[in-house]
Structures are given as C-alpha cells and as structure tokens.
C-alpha cells in the first residue's frame, strides 16, 4: 500500500499542479471556452453531459473489447497455426504485415461500403488494428522454446499437442500478454478511429461522434470531457490486462516477479 | 559393481555426424557402454562428447555407423528407457519443482496421482523433498540440478546420459552432487554416460573414462579407474586416485596435440 502511494504520489502532485495552473492561466487572461476551456469547465461539462457521455463511452468500450477479444483469438489462433506449419506462416505473414502498416484511416471507409452493418464495420477497423501486436507477439513467443527443452520433450517422445501445450504455450505467455496489452490500447484507437470513418453512419451513438459533434458547435468543454472519458478508458483497459499479466506471470516470471533487495 | 566384462547396453559402432553446415563431428566413433558401469567421456571442446550423447539419446541420427541396443527392437522398441541431464538444469519455470519432475510421467500417459506421488519420492531421493512446490526461479544453481536430476531418474532409467551437468556449479556444491551422484548409481544399478571436462571429477566418479580427440571426434584413448566402489572423500586423497589422474590429463594432452 505505502509503494503504491509512493508509485502513485509524483504523478498525481504533477497533474495537480498542471490543473491548477491551467485554470489560473485561463482565469487570468480571460481565455474564452470556445478556445481554451479551463479544467472546471471541463468538469462542468462532465458532469452536465456525464450520462449521455458515459452512454456512448460503452458503446466505444463495448466495440474495442469485442474488437480485442476478436484479436485476442484471432491473432493467437493464427499464430498458433504458424508454429504448426511453416509454410503457412510464411504464406500469410506477409499479408498481416500490408494489413497492419496500410493506415485502418485509408481502409475503413472501403469496409463501411462492404459490410452491410455499420457496428460490424466498426468492429472489423478496431480489430485489424489490435490483431498484430497479438500476433506478432505470439508468434515470437512460440518460437522462442528453448532449444534444450524442446529436446527434453523429443527425449520423453511428446506428441505435438503435448509440446505445445506443456512448453510452447506456457513459454509464449509472456510474449502474448505483452502483445495483448498493447493491443487494448489499440483496440480503443481502432473503434475511434473507425467511429470517426464513419460519421454520422455510425448512428450518432459513441464517443468519437460525441467528440466530432461537439467540434462542430465549438463546444469545446465537452469535446474535452470526451477526450477525458477516452483517456481514462484507455488507462483503465491497460491497467486491467496489466494486473491480468502479472497474475500469470508473477509467480515465475522475471519480468512480473519481485526482485529480492 | 564395475562393469567389465559386462554386456554392452549400448554400442556406437563405426558412427560418423556430418552436420547441415559440413561440419564432422564424429566420424569412425566405436564406444559401447556396459550395463551397470559409469562411463565418463573427457575431451577438449568441440571434439563430439555432447554429439555421442544425442545419438545414443536418439536426438540426433549419425550419419554413418549405427548406434546399436542390447535390447531387440521387438522388445518395446531398440532404445532403452533413458534419462538424460543436460548442460543446463532445463527447468520448466512456469512448473514447480514437482511439476517439473512429474513432466516425464505425464507426457507418457502417468494419471496426475500417481505422476505426483513418483515425482514426490523423486525430489525425496535427491534430498529435495522441502522444494517441492517452489519455482526454478526460487532454487539456487545445485538444486535447479538435483531437480534435474531427479526428473531424469522419474522414469526409472535403465540409462542415464549426463552432459557436464555440474559444470556451472562452485566446488563444493559440485563435490555433494558426485557424491549423491554414485549414491543414486549404486541404489537403482543405473548405466551412467557422463560427460565432464574435468579430469578430477571423472576419475572420482567413473568405472572407465574415455578420452575423445577433436577434428573430427574419436576415441583417443580408454582408461580403467582401478578402485573399488563405494567411494568416500577419502578416495581424492589415495595414490590410486593421483595416479589414474596423471594417466588420464596424459592422455588428454596427448589428444589435444599436446604430448604427455
């Protein structure tokens, strides 16, 4: 708890004191709302819209969690496929890569014209984003067996789903873990980016129409309190897969384990 | 319970390892190894040692020669149950010391009951039995091998293939496990193949040592330890014990180019 405190303490005295100077910055020189809005403003605006904000702040969550569970299976699936067969990795990994690199900016108005369902759309932009990170990182994981143990499960004579289950998987889990945590992140930008592809089509419903719309009546109180909602969703994504990546690995793992002093 | 004269429990004959980048390894290599006899096999680096090691394992496959089994294959196959240490303790980290132990035993089939109540009695022979649910990570270097070790015997061997197992381990750490080595030889009438760098350990511990060449790998030379078993500390201090250490740093002198 006293760590904690201590972790938490210098970040927390540091955006205090960047609020308050902030707020007798705009008091002072009078900076309008429609330019600057100072943080009480913000918060005004937070709580005056904080239930139509929140709404669309779970539509939003909802599309970059199912997009990251689609990654999540999606991106560990096929790795796990390519550590059964080479060929087949070095068919597809070059086409992850173009998915991965062509900005989802330029694809998602093609996938909003090819996929009937808007929400659909919007969940296939969220995921392309996420999925590499997933992938690539159990990819590497799985091939990063080691050498000796891989002998000692020919040694034993382990069928093949025997040396994935008992040393390939377990030997990747930090490698997918590290990918799934960039790619919650991801997932959120994904479904934002995607909602802001997509407009009004996207049903006036999630945080980036929230935002989008706010710019358009220079309401610039609550186009900040979105961007704070988003901002505290994607810390709250991140440390949530951080607290479910130490769980895993702290016990025997040296990037979660506590060093002794 | 030396071994001379004994059956051979496995015999390399004539066996030569080319490797993909043309490397030979081994090349002309005849060895056998008797039942019941600690065999130690010394040579300079690069001379094949840890690639005798893999054949005879069925790691590897030689390239010319055969790696023959006393066994007839109709008998549950050529190869005899083996275990075999590595260099390094090749501790499953995310596994506990038990699980690791139990791994063996799973992988063929075990019931997790039984897998754990073998792996238990395992650790206990290794003078283990209080690590039992601590990670790799919580072990210090001589137990991350006494783990390994009781993970190889698991399976109750009739072989045990040991590559410089204590190598990374201080003195006296390495001296225990020698010790506990021939103690677990003794009680399970074990073969033993051990590959070792060091003249010193390998006539404490050894029935007869083997002496390979490098360029490409061979056997150099063949020396029997001419001391009875069971062997104490008190065995370091004996004449027969200097001597056979002075025939055997010859011949390895000798097979590294040197002269004696």
Redesign the interface.
Known sequence: MKAALRLAGAPAILGLAVLLLWQAAVRVLRVPDYILPGPAAILAALWRDGGTLFASLLVTLAIALAALAAAIIGGAGLAILFAQSKWLERALFPYAVILQVTPIIAIAPLILIYVPSTEAALLICATIVAFFPVLVGTTTGLNAA?H??L????????RRW?VLW??RL?AA?PHFLAGVRIAGGLALIGAVVAEFAAGTAAGGSGLAWRILESSYRLDLPRMYAALFLLSFAGVLIFALLSLASWLLLH????SA?RREP | MTAAGAAALVRLEGVGKRFDNGTVALAGLDLALHRGEFLSILGPSGCGKTTALRLIAGLAQPSAGRVAWAAPPAQGGAREALGFVFQEPTLLPWRTARGNVALPLILAGAGRAEARARAQAALASVGLESACGMFSRQLSGGMRMRVSIARALVTRPALLLMDEPFAALDEITRERLNADLLRLWHERALSVAFVTHSVYESVFLSSRVVVMARGPGRVAAEIAVPAPYPRTESFRTSSVYAQTCQRVSAALRRAMGEGA
């Open positions: 080691d000796n143990m002998d000692l499960m020919a040694l034993y004579r382990a025997q008992y040393l377990p889990l016990r025997w793992h040296d384990a």
